[in-house]
């Protein structure tokens, strides 16, 4: 997704208005008054509040896979998992709007269309921790136990699960910090022993 300066100021802007006041707090006059632009302005970027969520969404999945890739390359499976998570962490951190986006209330059942970008960002997170758990086991780094399917869905869930827990706590407690502390864990579950 190709995403000009004015469409990324707006969705900046959404991002902000999401992380403080949820989903029913963006309006495309609270957008406007935000960046000061007219609404009319914004209707020429994007066509809803909705396209501008589904913007939001696409940008951080195409983003998401260049991000990854480039931090997790040259590294040992293991070095890679702790890379892929810390940095997803830390990026979160930083940019907490994309975690409103994608754990908003109502946001999965109102529209099919961000329900389908979420899946592309589960599909992408997925694409790039899958081959460093297979090639964990292959080297005989990470247990075979498990399969490599089976233990990329556990995983996955368990990090959204920290991010849903630091949205529900309002992003009040240190993401990074418990987000290290859950990547240790998890190592020592799937480390072969």
Do not use: C
């Not at 997704?1 to 004015?6: D, I, N």
């Not at 754990?103 to 269309?113: I, N, Q, V, Y």
């Not at 706590?169 to 290290?180: H, R, S």
Request: glycine residues 6%; positive net charge.
């Amino acid at each position: 997704m190709e995403v000009s300066k004015r469409q990324f100021e707006i969705i900046e802007a959404a991002g902000k208005i999401l992380t403080t006041s949820g989903v029913s707090g963006l309006t495309i006059k609270k957008l406007a008054k935000e960046i000061n632009l007219s609404e009319g302005a914004i209707y020429r970027h994007f066509e809803s509040k909705e396209d501008i969520i589904v913007g939001m969404l696409e940008f951080l999945a195409d983003k998401m896979f260049t991000r990854l890739n480039e931090v997790i390359n040259s590294l040992q499976p293991e070095e890679q998992f702790k890379a892929l998570f810390q940095e997803q962490f830390k990026y979160f951190n930083a940019n907490p709007h994309y975690v409103v986006a994608v754990f908003s209330d109502g946001l999965l059942e109102e529209s099919k269309r961000i329900n389908d970008v979420i899946s592309k960002i589960m599909v992408v997170k997925r694409s790039i921790l899958l081959p460093i758990i297979k090639s964990g086991q292959a080297s005989g780094v990470f247990t075979s136990a498990i399969s490599s399917e089976d233990m990329t869905q556990i995983v996955v869930g368990t990090f959204r699960l920290q991010m849903y827990k630091w949205r529900l706590a309002n992003f009040e407690f240190d993401v990074v910090k418990n987000g290290t502390k859950m990547i240790k864990s998890i190592l020592e579950l799937i480390k072969a022993k």
